[in-house]
């Protein structure tokens, strides 16, 4: 594997590539310095200045030879440059490829320059640098790395995350989850009473995706890493609050994965926006980087939701959720009445309920939180129910109807499997 900077020769780039080379170093992998000369000035200057661009790649290489103390390869390529990067990333093993960000001067700060369309092309992490210096000193073991680590509930957010743990490994951190949501939209997902504005946050709200992105960052916690969460309400595009919260926060560096999002798309990408408009350097990691494989973090299943609705295999689900969920896990058993349902109703239905915890896990290792709501939606009910307590799985009892039966009676494990993104396991009966 290796690290490769891209270098145009001015001073925003050298400081670049030396973040490049001292990264290199610190990962153990070889540096290569690449220019690539645009066909247009090769016409128009000849060997002449092919040979000037030569030189000034040599000199280049054997500074940041002395700098970093090691062995730097130079490429001198021809041709538009993400293209011709994007096919030599084909061709070699690249971990990590490098840029200065443009200059602060670019027109429209950047859309649709050099940068931008690198970002584009390149299907693996893709560092841009402005400034340099903390990264560099990062690098050199002398301060902890400031990051901010965009999260969402998303695969770009988990490569992202993925990517941070690696950076772990290399040297201490600071890490900011920042999350940036939509208030009304975040409220009925959960469940919960809509606000009357976009920054009315409900204590139940906030307490909820509190525990969602603190679970959601939980692979970042080791030794020498601090992790900690920011949430901000948000109304339009998700990068200028992001981006606002990184420079609240004065981190160094703020990581956001990508889609690679094409056309009219890329109105609404997170990462490219970052890249434009952050004041500090951005890392974006693609998901395709995953797909070049890249070491991803296995799930964890920390808390597991069972319904039921006191037949069979309902309970049998029940079962299936204290076997699954590993010993200190939570795991949530659910029964939905009617709307309408008395209090008597509900008291009953929860006495019921009690009687379905394993007499094993009485005094067990598990965490044991009931629940009886009402709703006639009652697939709807479980779902915003799964997304409240933030659960890993969902065990859910099928009554195995078929053919007619199924299309007029329904099947609510199946909606909810069709309306939630959370995993769900459904267990049936076994064939008399």
């Known amino acids: 594997m290796t690290v490769a900077c891209t270098t145009n020769f001015s001073e925003a780039s050298g400081r670049a590539c030396e973040a490049?080379?001292?990264?290199?170093?610190?990962?153990?992998?070889?540096?290569?310095?690449?220019?690539?000369?645009?066909?247009?000035?090769?016409?128009t200057f000849g060997q002449t200045g092919l040979e000037a661009v030569q030189t000034a790649l040599q000199e280049e290489g054997r500074r940041l030879e002395e700098l970093c103390g090691m062995a730097v390869e130079r490429l001198l390529l021809t041709g538009e440059p993400e293209r011709a990067l994007a096919e030599l990333v084909t061709k070699r093993d690249f971990q990590l490829v490098v840029a200065a960000a443009p200059p602060a001067e670019t027109p429209f700060l950047g859309l649709g320059g050099t940068v931008d369309r690198m970002a584009q092309e390149l299907k693996m992490p893709f560092l841009v640098v402005r400034g340099g210096s903390a990264l560099t000193a990062w690098a050199r073991g002398e301060q902890p790395l400031r990051v901010m680590l965009g999260v969402d509930r998303s695969?770009?957010?988990?490569?992202?995350?993925?990517?941070?743990?690696r950076l772990a490994k290399l040297g201490p951190l600071d890490?900011?989850?920042?999350?940036?949501?939509?208030?009304?939209?975040?409220?009925e997902r959960m469940g919960l009473v809509h606000p009357h504005s976009y920054k009315d946050v409900s204590p139940e709200l906030r307490d909820a995706l509190e525990r969602e992105v603190s679970a959601m960052l939980e692979p970042l916690r080791s030794e020498g890493v601090t992790v900690r969460t920011r949430l901000e309400?948000?109304?339009?595009?998700?990068?200028?609050?992001?981006?606002?919260?990184?420079?609240?926060?004065?981190?160094?560096l703020l990581v956001v994965g990508t889609h690679h999002r094409k056309a009219l798309a890329r109105l609404w990408s997170v990462s490219q926006h970052a890249r434009r408009l952050a004041t500090m350097s951005v890392l974006s990691v693609p998901v395709l980087a995953v797909e070049r494989g890249l070491e991803a973090e296995l799930p964890r299943v920390r808390a597991v939701l069972a319904t039921t609705d006191?037949?069979?295999?309902?309970?049998r689900a029940i079962a299936y959720a204290f076997a699954l969920t590993p010993p200190g896990g939570t795991v949530h058993l659910l029964h939905v009445e009617p709307a309408k349902?008395?209090?008597?109703?509900?008291?009953?239905?929860?006495?019921?309920?009690?009687?379905?915890?394993?007499?094993?896990?009485q005094d067990g290792d598990h965490k044991v939180e009931l629940s009886v709501l009402t709703g006639d939606d009652v697939a709807g009910v479980i779902t915003q129910a799964a997304e409240r307590y933030g659960v890993?799985?969902?065990?859910?009892?099928?009554?195995?109807?078929?053919?007619?039966?199924?299309?007029?009676?329904?099947?609510?494990?199946q909606q909810v499997m069709a309306r939630s993104d959370r995993p769900a396991v459904t267990v049936r009966m076994p064939r008399a």
């Open 20 to 43: 490049a080379g001292l990264l290199a170093k610190r990962m153990q992998v070889p540096l290569c310095l690449i220019h690539v000369m645009p066909g247009t000035v090769m016409r």
């Open 155 to 165: 695969r770009p957010s988990e490569v992202a995350r993925d990517q941070v743990k």
């Open 175 to 187: 890490v900011v989850g920042g999350r940036v949501f939509w208030v009304s939209e975040e409220a």
């Open 233 to 252: 309400p948000g109304l339009g595009r998700v990068a200028d609050h992001l981006v606002a919260l990184a420079a609240e926060e004065q981190v160094d």
């Open 310 to 315: 006191f037949l069979e295999p309902g309970d």
């Open 341 to 361: 349902a008395t209090p008597e109703q509900l008291q009953a239905a929860r006495r019921q309920l009690e009687q379905r915890v394993p007499r094993a896990e």
């Open 392 to 413: 890993d799985l969902l065990c859910l009892g099928t009554h195995g109807r078929g053919g007619v039966s199924r299309v007029v009676l329904g099947s609510v494990a």
